[in-house]
């Protein structure tokens, strides 16, 4: 399958418009299952042949374009191949290159995407780079951006540590919902205040978080978790409670952990432009 895959993305690399081709997702980090899809990276810049893209992809395969699968995760197409499937994600090489800019000036964004329940993080867009696996690449562009993400941005890291503060401030507003019994609330701003952190133990670890799929599981080993992190975020989010007393003790409970991780993630250093 891996000879398949490599020549896919020679052929994706000769559709006018593409620049490259990455290898994304467990595949290219080595911690796939043998049920796992193959995720093809496809960077373009300026006007992309569609038409080409769905030739490639055959007539029984739908090809979203720019645009087509949300503002973030942008378009593609899922095919199967001998069984197995394939992903192709459409990633605009000028947009992930303004992002990498951002990153390095400490700066990010939380958009809206389908699939991305606790939305889509930009610096997503470089940590795929760093740590997805170049398979086609004629103008050596990919490589030179995945050797800069190779080093984690500390204005980036200081800015994500920072936003934790976000976590204690849903722990505040939950209190309100638990006053109501309002379980979907509650469940609301606990997801995200657990989400946040999460991000922000990463960022610690100078680790990229690509999305909420098995991040928890990383998260509770990194050095920045608190005791028993995974174990009592799993417990709070799994029966966060029905009535008013006893979404008070789950939000009571959450507020600890809240603060817990802050402690330990240490001081916040001011973010400086241009590091």
């Known amino acids: 399958m891996q000879l398949i895959v490599e020549d896919m993305a020679d052929r994706l690399a000769e559709v006018p418009g593409v620049i490259g081709v990455l290898l994304g997702g467990s595949r290219a980090r080595g911690e796939h299952r043998p049920e796992s899809d193959w995720d093809l990276g496809v960077y373009y810049r300026g006007e992309l042949d569609l038409a080409a893209l769905r030739g490639l992809a055959g007539p029984d395969v739908e090809v979203a374009g720019p645009g087509g699968w949300g503002p973030w995760v942008n ?12 992903d192709w994600i459409l990633r605009d090489l000028d947009r992930v290159e303004q992002v990498w800019a951002d990153c390095r000036e ?14 889509f993080w930009s610096p997503c867009y470089a940590g795929e780079v760093a740590l997805g696996q170049v398979l086609a690449d004629s103008t050596g562009e990919l490589k030179s ?20 503060w976000e976590a204690e401030f ?3 507003i939950a209190t309100k919902g638990a006053a109501r019994a309002d379980t979907l609330y509650v469940s609301l701003c606990l997801s995200r205040a657990f989400g946040v952190l999460v991000q922000a133990l990463f960022a610690e670890d100078r680790r990229w978080c690509l999305n909420e799929k098995g991040a928890l599981a990383v998260a509770e080993t990194l050095p920045g978790a608190p005791t028993d992190f995974g174990r009592r975020v799993r417990r709070l989010l799994g029966a966060p409670g029905e009535t008013a007393e006893s979404l008070a003790t789950t939000v009571a409970s959450a507020r600890v952990l809240v603060e817990e991780t802050r402690a330990s993630l240490g001081p916040v250093l001011p973010v ?3 590091s």
Do not use: K
């Not at 378009?75 to 394939?86: I, K, N, P, T």
């Open 272 to 274: 400086e432009s241009g």
């Open 75 to 86: 378009g593609g197409a899922w095919l199967r191949v001998d069984g197995v499937a394939v």
């Open 145 to 164: 951006l995945q050797r800069q993400a190779g080093a984690y941005p500390e204005p980036l890291r200081e800015a994500l540590r920072a936003g934790a």
């Open 170 to 172: 849903l722990v505040d």
């Open 106 to 119: 400490g700066r990010f964004e939380v958009g809206v995407q389908p699939g991305h329940p606790l939305g």
